[in-house]
């Protein structure tokens, strides 16, 4: 039950069921049968945070455990908050309505950079010390995990340990600790030692970081017997891991409002822009036969009429149509929608297409990612324009008529002419839709590219190369609109300011969070949404701390520089990573893992080669 404090305020704020809990599928205890409370906080919106798959997966997990039960966090609205603190509503989760300061754990899961401020703002509003060298022997242990978690330098003074990697093991490996070391009265000091020797598990305060004259970082000491590098921890067998069998079904819309199954983790490809392609390897699939079985238990569970087959390269799953073909018969029955999010324009057929929009036609979206072949055999892309041409033609042919092209700009090797080759493909494909004899009859077609901002990150060949300045992005930005001719195809662009501070953040030093601090004191929370987000602030903030945004944003890292992240082990050898780079600058493409190992050096996490095919190591 709501209580009385909370459910008088509820009426104020615009979108009420934010805040209210007890929807269906949520997990309630008895608090005398629980011994160790997680809360999990997701630092955005209800309905960004209900969209996201590992806090669904997790939320499920520790609470599948006797005695642990796990709650949901989300960051409140700007109406919600000022209410909060005029109220002395402290922060709180949605099971229980008890305020989070109470509960064992607190953890974060970190997916954007923006959402750092955001993580300071709930642990104020939750009573928290936002500093991990403030908080007492009371308080909640703060830990954190995600993408981000792969470089948490700006970050590590508000974090009492990180966890690197995939969850579903380690986490309960770390909850058994925290629950023991609450039975046996540890301090949080020899708590925190403990933790740093579970494999992927980080305590930055057991790590001294010294630096240069230049700014540069001279090198990490590990003390207190904390292990030099830290390796991530990863799920061998996904068929065998634990999957929910129902979520909980938010009463307001959420952006990502259906049922998901993961099909797969990694990514063959090799983007050498894209961290999620390297941070998630080795690449490994889902049998078939268990995607079915829990894409229809959750359908049962939840009554969704869409199911998502989730994954960073969905049609790279080497039984795709299997899959589709085993889950149209009760898919069809019961109308629900099979969803591919992320599609690849070489590996996409007229049988995928049919079976994809067997139950409802819609528009397709693909990722050229550069307009010319030259940037995209210089990042890796290995998609050729006939490619491009052959699946949009595929498309057509089936019904579509809209179609959309993400792109990416100030890309390393980029010249003016690339970006001219963004707009020369669009066209290119919205001439082919009107040369096709069987087009739909009566409709027009839509092409739509979406450029955003190339942010340089780590753990990829890109990590040493520089991000474009404001000025160049925002010349460029307006080359792209001032060249569009054609009323068939619509750009869009994300805003460069956000871009570049994600830079800073995604290549910075634990000397940031002094800058993150204050730029939270200023008032900045809620910064992924751009009416949250004042550039203006972290320029004064950084200029305050005596720092440099070109420093960490826009400029080339040596090979031999010691990164912020070295001591953090995501297993790729740097000698591959350089050698990545090193090609991109020949516009040589390296061949996807299924055709050739390229010696990454992920094939180790899981003690041999990723696939059985591989044939040489470059």
Same mark, same amino acid.
């Given at each position: ?94 099971? $229980? ?15 954007? /950079? ?31 995990? #995600? ?65 240069? /004259? ?127 999010? $992320? ?91 009107? $040369? ?7 409709? #027009?077609?839509?092409?739509?590219? $979406? ?23 925002? /010349? ?114 390296? /061949? ?27």
């Amino acid at each position: 039950m709501i209580p009385a404090k909370i459910d008088r305020q509820l009426l104020k704020v615009q979108k009420p069921a934010r805040y209210c809990g007890g929807e269906m599928g949520s997990v309630l205890k008895n608090r005398e049968e629980v011994d160790l409370r997680f809360a999990f906080c997701f630092p955005d919106l209800y309905e960004v945070g209900m969209s996201h798959l590992g806090m669904k997966i997790l939320y499920s997990l520790i609470n599948a455990q006797e005695g642990m039960w796990c709650e949901r966090v989300f960051a409140p609205d700007t109406d919600f908050e000022a209410i909060m603190r005029r109220e002395e509503i402290p922060l709180y989760g949605l099971e $229980s309505f008890d305020p989070i300061r109470s509960f064992d754990v607190v953890g974060f899961t970190l997916q954007y /950079e923006m959402c750092y401020t955001t993580v300071l703002n709930m642990l104020d509003l939750a009573g928290i010390p936002i500093r991990s060298a403030d908080r007492g022997e009371d308080c909640p242990l703060i830990i954190g995990g #995600g993408p981000c978690a792969c470089n948490p330098e700006p970050i590590a003074d508000f974090f009492d340990l990180f966890q690197l990697g995939e969850g579903e093991e380690l986490m309960l490996d770390f909850l058994a600790l925290a629950r023991r070391a609450k039975e046996e009265g540890l301090s949080r000091r020899e708590l925190l030692r403990q933790a740093a020797q579970i494999p992927g598990v980080y305590v930055p305060s057991l790590y001294n970081v010294a630096y240069r /004259e230049d700014g540069t970082i001279a090198g990490v000491t590990p003390r207190e017997g904390a292990p030099a590098r830290v390796t991530k921890r990863i799920v061998k067998d996904l068929s065998a891991m634990y999957f929910p069998k129902d979520f909980v079904v938010p009463f307001t819309e959420a952006v990502h409002d259906r049922a998901m199954v993961e099909v797969l983790r990694g990514c063959i490809r090799g983007c050498r822009f894209c961290q999620a392609g390297y941070i998630y390897r080795p690449f490994r699939e889902k049998d078939p036969e268990a995607l079915d079985r829990q894409a229809k238990a959750l359908c049962t569970a939840t009554g969704y009429e869409e199911v998502s087959l989730t994954s960073l390269s969905t049609s790279d799953h080497s039984r795709l149509e299997e899959l589709m073909e085993g889950m149209l018969p009760w898919t069809e029955q019961r109308r629900v929608n099979i969803a591919l999010p $992320s599609l690849r324009v070489d590996s996409f057929s007229p049988r995928l297409l049919e079976l994809v929009q067997k139950v409802r036609k819609s528009g397709l979206t693909f990722a050229p990612e550069a307009g010319s072949q030259r940037l995209r055999d210089a990042i890796n892309k290995n998609v050729t324009e006939e490619e491009v041409l052959a699946t949009a033609r595929t498309a057509f042919a089936g019904g579509c008529t809209s179609m959309k092209l993400y792109f990416m700009m100030g890309l390393p090797t980029e010249t003016m002419a690339d970006m001219d080759a963004m707009l020369e493909l669009a066209q290119r494909v919205v001439d082919l839709f009107y $040369s096709l004899p069987n087009k739909p009859k009566g409709r #027009g077609v839509q092409v739509t590219i $979406s450029v955003a901002c190339f942010v340089p990150k780590p753990h990829t060949p890109f990590q040493y190369e520089p991000q474009d300045s404001l000025e160049q992005f925002r /010349e460029k930005q307006k080359h792209l609109l001032e060249t569009v001719r054609s009323k068939k195809i619509r750009v869009n662009y994300h805003d460069a300011a956000t871009s570049r501070v994600e830079a800073i953040l995604a290549r910075g030093d634990r000397r940031l969070s002094r800058v993150v601090e204050a730029v939270w004191r200023a008032g900045g929370s809620l910064e992924g949404w751009d009416e949250h987000f004042s550039p203006q602030r972290w320029e004064e903030a950084l200029t305050e701390a005596g720092l440099s945004g070109d420093f960490y944003a826009c400029r080339r890292r040596p090979y031999d520089e010691v990164l912020p992240w070295d001591h953090l082990d995501y297993g790729l050898t740097k000698a591959f990573l350089m050698r990545e780079d090193q090609r991109a600058w020949e516009s040589v493409t390296t /061949e996807n893992c299924r055709h050739s190992c390229a010696g990454c050096g992920a094939n180790a996490l899981l003690g041999g080669a990723c696939f059985e095919a591989h044939t040489s190591i470059l």
